[in-house]
């Protein structure tokens, strides 16, 4: 870009002024009187000089970008990798699983007992106390139902939706059955109690559940949770199922709604 023209000053200044061998009138022409001032001599002075033409000069200056500063790359950040979620049921569970894994398929004859619970924990026939002998009563009344599934019918039951199926088949038959006096009311009340208990250990090894409150001689209202937030009483589900019958939601249902919940968390 071009500069701006700037005045220059003029070469010699003003003539009148100055003293030296630019001025109009040399210093040797000139005499001093006796005050020590020059006097010019009349008619001496010449005619002042046209100014010489002064050449303008113009600086063009070219004004480049600034250079771009390189600046440091950017450090790749490494990809964050999101902890997994702990399942809810260990985070609930009084015992942490060992063996089988929600999801897994157990025979009901042979449910196997969550670490670090062991048989010797509970001796036969012996009435539980607190909860960890609580969990290994439950765990043997269903395997006492298992085997009286194969014996009796001739039915391998697992922890599976099958199971339950079949399970709340042979309870409406019950229910019938007492209806028609062929069988004991009191009976009843024991299967709706075993069958309970094995609704209860599929929801905990295939859903991931978990028993809250197995406290209290009224197993209808043990409760248990299951991930992500429902909370429900597993015996209480099947006498009510039964009392309900056709105005309530069967087992199975109920069941794949729980499922239906935690695929939905996941």
Same mark, same amino acid.
């Given at each position: 870009?071009?500069?701006?023209?700037?005045?220059?000053?003029?070469?010699?200044?003003?003539?009148?002024?100055?003293?030296?061998?630019?001025?109009?009138?040399?210093?040797?022409?000139?005499?001093?009187?006796?005050?020590?001032?020059?006097?010019?001599?009349?008619?001496?002075?010449?005619?002042?000089?046209?100014?010489?033409?002064?050449?303008?000069?113009?600086?063009?200056?070219?004004?480049?970008?600034?250079?771009?500063?390189?600046?440091?790359?950017?450090?790749?950040?490494?990809?964050?990798?999101?902890?997994?979620?702990?399942?809810?049921?260990?985070?609930?569970?009084?015992?942490?699983?060992?063996?089988?894994?929600?999801?897994?398929?157990?025979?009901?004859?042979?449910?196997?007992?969550?670490?670090?619970?062991?048989?010797?924990?509970?001796?036969?026939?012996?009435?539980?106390?607190?909860?960890?002998?609580?969990?290994?009563?439950?765990?043997?009344?269903?395997?006492?139902?298992?085997? *009286?599934? #194969?014996?009796?019918?001739?039915? $391998?039951? %697992?922890?599976? @939706?099958?199971?339950? =199926? &079949?399970?709340? !088949?042979? /309870?409406?038959?019950?229910?019938?059955?007492?209806?028609?006096?062929?069988? *004991?009311? #009191?009976?009843?009340?024991?299967? $709706?109690? %075993?069958?309970? @208990?094995?609704?209860? =250990? &599929?929801?905990? !090894?295939? /859903?991931?559940?978990?028993?809250?409150?197995?406290?209290?001689?009224?197993?209808?209202?043990?409760?248990?949770?299951?991930?992500?937030?429902?909370?429900? @009483?597993?015996?209480?589900?099947?006498?009510?199922?039964?009392?309900?019958?056709?105005?309530?939601?069967?087992?199975?249902?109920?069941?794949?709604?729980?499922?239906?919940?935690?695929?939905?968390?996941?």
């Amino acid at each position: 870009m071009a500069s701006s023209p700037r005045s220059t000053p003029r070469p010699y200044g003003d003539l009148d002024d100055e003293p030296t061998t630019v001025d109009r009138l040399p210093w040797h022409v000139a005499s001093e009187d006796s005050t020590g001032v020059r006097v010019i001599a009349p008619g001496s002075i010449p005619p002042r000089p046209a100014p010489r033409p002064v050449p303008r000069v113009v600086t063009v200056v070219t004004v480049q970008p600034p250079e771009p500063v390189p600046q440091p790359a950017p450090a790749r950040s490494q990809a964050i990798v999101p902890r997994a979620e702990p399942r809810r049921s260990e985070a609930l569970m009084p015992w942490p699983a060992a063996g089988p894994t929600p999801c897994s398929v157990e025979d009901l004859e042979s449910l196997s007992l969550p670490a670090p619970l062991r048989e010797d924990m509970l001796a036969q026939g012996a009435r539980p106390e607190g909860e960890a002998q609580m969990r290994i009563a439950i765990i043997r009344v269903v395997r006492e139902l298992g085997r *009286d599934y #194969r014996v009796q019918r001739g039915r $391998i039951l %697992r922890t599976d @939706a099958v199971a339950i =199926e &079949i399970a709340q !088949r042979q /309870l409406v038959a019950h229910s019938v059955d007492v209806a028609a006096g062929r069988m *004991d009311a #009191r009976a009843l009340t024991t299967e $709706i109690a %075993r069958h309970g @208990a094995l609704l209860g =250990e &599929i929801v905990v !090894r295939r /859903l991931g559940g978990d028993w809250l409150d197995v406290s209290g001689d009224h197993p209808g209202l043990w409760t248990m949770s299951v991930p992500p937030c429902s909370v429900f @009483a597993p015996i209480g589900r099947v006498q009510r199922f039964l009392a309900q019958q056709n105005r309530e939601q069967d087992l199975v249902g109920f069941y794949i709604d729980l499922d239906a919940a935690r695929t939905r968390r996941r």
